[in-house]
């Protein structure tokens, strides 16, 4: 049985409590919001924290709501309770899509939007016990020197796996951070106290699966904003896994597409994860499809010119556990059905 290891635990009841608790401890602080990534991470020593600064007890970071034009989702809001909101399902269906399809029904209720928004990446050589990645010499990403998926690579290209992180792409969210001065903030002009930053979804990420995003750790996610999309807005996710009741995505994929009152594609976005430690964006999706009417013969052949082009740019590569060729096969199988799944 694999033990936790021995942390102090902050059960703060407010955003500015949290933020002083994590400043207050030092680096080795994590959040933790529903647990079920971070504590099997803790578990593997993946990750060392002395300190945990649980978010359960702040009930201003629950809950959906409209803010004028914005749909706004508090990080600690359950992926089940996502999934089931009529207000996701409206304003972004592919998000609502994608929160009902992560891990297993247990997972959705103790796992939170926030939570998954900032998951670590996966792969198959570090998803391991302590043991188990010892014998193997470790790796770039943690305690060792190089990279198994790529060798001689010099950047970890741990994958990228949260499902929502897709269709949080597609329509655009802005995800809001708050965090304490720190004393060299303050010495360059900003003030002090709680600072509030916030991140296009698609400027959150880097190319380097070691730690893939642009915030850091002291930095707390607070909310999750969705703008108000137009009145044709669709919206699919489509999810590849070998067991369909629980595990990781081996690919995601999530499409959006507007429609005008004439049935016009007016904006398209495509977006694939878990090929790489950030998100891809199919940046021929609009080429191809703006313009097209579904059902014509125009749309089916710029469809199909689109899956084939997306092939070169969303590779898979052995990073996760599963065949990579299929997975790779797989990639214009499932754009094909999230556009479909649009129309
Ligand atoms: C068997 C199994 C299957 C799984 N399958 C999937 C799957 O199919 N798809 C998928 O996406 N995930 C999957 N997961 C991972 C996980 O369950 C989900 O991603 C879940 O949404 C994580 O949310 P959490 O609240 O439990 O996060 P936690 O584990 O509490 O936290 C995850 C990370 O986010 C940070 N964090 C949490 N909240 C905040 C915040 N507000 N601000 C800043 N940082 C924060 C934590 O510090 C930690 O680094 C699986 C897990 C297991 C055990
Ligand atoms: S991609 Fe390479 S460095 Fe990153 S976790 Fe996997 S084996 Fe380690």
């Known amino acids: 049985m694999l033990r936790l290891p021995t942390f102090e635990l902050h059960k703060p009841t407010t ?30 020593e993946m990750i060392e924290a002395d300190h945990l600064v649980s978010l359960a007890g ?7 709501r409209l803010d004028g034009d914005d749909l706004v989702i508090g990080p600690m809001t359950s992926l089940t309770d996502v999934a089931s909101s009529e207000l996701v399902q409206e304003r972004a269906p592919a998000l609502a899509q994608a929160a009902g399809v992560v891990a297993g029904p247990q997972h959705r209720n103790q796992g939170t939007l926030g939570g998954n928004v ?35 690579g010099k950047r970890c290209v741990a994958a990228v796996s949260n499902d929502s992180i897709a269709p949080l792409y597609t329509v ?13 903030m303050i010495a360059a002009g900003a003030p002090e106290g709680v600072q509030t930053r916030p991140v296009p979804v698609d400027a959150l990420f880097k190319a380097d699966g070691a730690y893939n995003k642009k915030v850091g750790l002291q930095e707390l996610l607070t909310e999750i904003r969705i703008p108000a999309l137009p009145a044709g807005h669709r919206g699919s996710y489509q999810k590849l896994r070998l067991r369909g009741s ?9 499409a959006r597409l507007d429609l005008d009152e004439a049935g016009v594609i007016v904006h398209a976005d495509v ?31 710029a469809l199909a010119e689109l899956c084939d082009l997306a092939t070169r740019s969303v590779k898979a590569l052995p990073n996760i556990p599963g065949d990579t060729e299929w997975r790779q096969r797989m990639v214009p199988v499932l754009i094909e059905d999230a556009i479909r799944a649009c129309v």
């Open 246 to 254: 629980i595990d990781f995505p081996q690919l995601g994929i999530a």
């Open 271 to 301: 977006v694939a994860i878990v090929v790489a430690a950030r998100p891809v964006r199919v940046k021929k999706a609009p080429d191809q499809l703006v313009g097209q009417t579904p059902g014509t013969p125009g749309f089916e052949a």
């Open 58 to 64: 702040i009930e201003s970071l629950r809950g959906i």
């Open 15 to 44: 955003v500015a409590a949290a933020l002083e608790a994590a400043a207050a401890s030092g680096p080795a602080t994590r959040f933790v919001a529903g647990g079920t990534d971070l504590l099997p991470n803790l578990k593997h």
């Open 172 to 184: 655009g969210a802005k995800l809001v951070f708050q965090s304490l001065a720190t004393p060299e």
């Open 118 to 152: 900032m998951l670590d990446t996966r792969c198959q050589w570090i998803n391991q016990s302590y043991f188990w990645r010892s014998a193997l010499g470790f790796c770039l990403k943690k305690d060792g020197t190089e990279c198994h998926v790529i060798e001689g």
